[in-house]
């Protein structure tokens, strides 16, 4: 009977320690993802700052908007700019994040927030014509 009781208490430990191990490894797996995530966020910040800047010694002005940009990069005579563009961040989503661009009037603005925070990102990324990128942890 006490063989009994300590082998299904040490089945019920064994498997609490599996539960914990196979939580630490999808919490780090989660963590992972979200980093690179962040970082490919920042990125496209980035991308889109000097694609803002190409369209303003075009033609003198910033853009306005994400369309504007991406209708500016898909004409442009080379193509540095649709290459700074290409992909899913044409389309303002991009690895778990949702791009704007703003037309301020000095400049412009272009934003990057997490679509699900905790989940898809941590970090909001913000830019403008100084074309230094901000950040802005979400907690």
Known sequence: MKTATYRS???????????????????YATSARMRRQEQAAKSAVERLGQVEALFHASGGKYA???????????????????????????????????????GTPEGYLITAI??????????????????MIRESRSR
């Open 64 to 102: 306005a908007s994400l369309e504007e940009l991406v209708t500016f990069a898909n004409q442009a005579p080379d193509q540095t700019a649709a290459g700074l563009l290409g992909g899913s961040l044409a389309t303002g989503r991009m690895g778990g994040y949702h791009f704007t661009v703003k």
């Open 9 to 27: 208490r040490f089945v019920i430990l064994a498997c609490l320690l599996i539960c914990a191990s196979v939580a630490t490894v999808a919490s």
């Open 114 to 131: 997490p679509n699900s925070i905790g989940s898809s990102g941590s970090i909001k990324f913000y830019s403008d014509e100084t074309q």
